[in-house]
């Protein structure tokens, strides 16, 4: 690790052999030497279960979506939330990424720590030792933050802070439709907030407009929120609000998640506001992509998305759990080694989609009646028929929906080759 500007830069993360899902070794262990250990998932080199990434299908689907936004002349900052992964974090800004999104002060500082430099915090910024977190980051020069706010009382504390620290934040005005999350409401709730803003201009910088449109369900009512959110972004310009910050970076109008990034795109790659304009997406799950809610949402893109049409390929599922038939207790039942500490359940259950016996040539896929029909939280039960062909010391090989919640559950995940080859390990820090 390195030091500079009094932050320490961690540049070779070590593995711990404390953690689960990886191989046996006796220290900690820098993830840069793991090739040499030439560890095989198929040779059972892995303490199962594992989480594992596939190399190809997350470069496929990180070349996919910088494309995608090359099209449409916008911006990518992707969520880290999903996967904070600072070796991740780091690929996407190597493929094209302008920045990463963050959702918290920690993962602020997490990001800051392994080297990124420009972070939209897409949250936000409540109570004191968060603010002093953010206050320590940006006293980095280096170092292009900002943060939302929707309320004056949040104006009034950021700035009561920072003019204690005599520092500036860049903040983004959120807007939120009627029943959704955070997000001024109307004009009123506007105006309270930027009057607020007004009143700190020595530590408030108004950066730019904000929203999160996952709230709603309906591309019309999404539609419309962009079109109110492109105009407000104008009026604010035309009444000076960007002054200072467009006289040094261009005003950010933000928005999209992972299942509407594409409408979001649409409506956004068309705002003119007279003047200079990042237009930033911020989808998170498009690295990893998975075959529940997101493959749903990406099939939709395709099919009402001219660009995506256009690329003719589609994002790829490439993060997987394995893990042990342990028992057959009964005709019609397995247990799997695999439980609610391992994967996520919020959005379906982890879907079998290969069967491998230690020793075979190679996996094989899952019959289609075979399925998890509920999970504890070390054991998943498995709907199969008497007679299949499984048994006790058979790895299973399981998709995800909702990586978010998968990833959080694993502090090491190896990525592997096509043929089953780790070559890395990523450290995650929830």
């Known amino acids: 690790m390195n030091v500079t500007n009094n932050h320490i ?18 220290q900690p262990l820098a993830a840069v030497d793991v090739k040499a250990l030439n560890w095989n998932l198929l040779n059972e080199d892995l303490s199962l279960p594992t989480a594992v990434l596939y190399e ?30 600072p070796k991740l974090f780091a690929r996407q800004l190597a493929g094209g990424a302008w920045g990463i999104t963050l959702a918290t002060a920690h993962q602020t500082r997490v990001a800051y720590q392994h080297g ?36 004056a009382a949040g104006v009034e504390q950021l700035g009561a802070f920072f003019q204690a620290r005599k520092q500036k934040l860049n903040v983004l005005l959120e807007l939120g439709p009627d029943g959704g999350r955070t997000g001024v409401r109307n004009s009123a709730q506007q105006t309270e907030v930027l009057n607020a803003i007004e009143r700190w201009k020595d530590q408030i910088v108004l950066a730019g407009v904000e929203l999160y449109e996952g709230v709603l369900k309906e591309e019309a009512d999404i539609r419309q929120f962009l079109q109110h959110a492109v105009a407000c972004t104008k009026q604010l310009a035309e009444a000076g609000r960007f002054t200072e910050r ?11 998640g992972s299942a509407w990034y594409d409408v979001v795109a649409d409506e956004f790659s068309k705002a003119d506001i007279g003047l200079p304009l990042d237009v930033v997406l911020r989808p998170g799950c498009y690295l990893t ?32 759990l394995w893990a042990y038939v342990q028992s057959i207790p ?31 040539a190679a996996p094989t896929a899952t019959p289609a009646h075979w399925q998890v029909t509920g999970m504890m939280d070390q054991h998943a039960y498995l ?26 559950k694993w502090r090491q995940i190896a990525v592997v080759n096509p043929q089953h080859q780790v070559v890395d390990v990523i450290q995650t820090f929830f």
């Open 246 to 256: 467009a006289a040094r970076q261009p005003v950010i109008l933000t928005g999209a």
């Open 56 to 85: 190809e299908c997350m470069t496929h689907n990180l070349n996919w979506m910088q494309q995608f936004v090359a099209e449409y002349g916008v911006k990518l900052a992707p969520h880290g939330k999903t996967t904070m992964a």
């Open 383 to 408: 709907q199969i028929a008497a007679g299949d062909d499984i048994q006790v010391g058979d790895m299973l090989a399981f998709d995800i929906s909702h990586p978010c919640l998968t990833f959080d």
């Open 330 to 360: 009964e005709p019609g039942k397995a247990i799997v080694a695999l439980g609610k500490r391992d994967a996520a359940f919020d959005a379906g259950m982890p879907l079998p989609v290969s069967h491998y016996r230690p020793g075979n």
């Open 289 to 320: 992509h998975d075959v529940g809610i997101y493959r749903a949402a990406q099939a939709q893109i395709q099919t009402r998305n001219p660009v995506a049409r256009k690329m003719r390929t589609e994002l790829q599922p490439a993060l997987q």
């Open 116 to 151: 990124v430099r420009r972070i939209i915090m897409a949250n936000q910024l409540i109570g004191k030792q968060n603010m002093a977190i953010i206050s320590d980051l940006v006293a980095d020069p280096a170092f292009e933050f900002c943060c939302l706010v929707d309320s």
């Open 9 to 26: 830069t961690y540049q070779n993360p070590v593995i711990d052999p404390l953690n689960k899902g990886l191989g046996a070794f006796q």
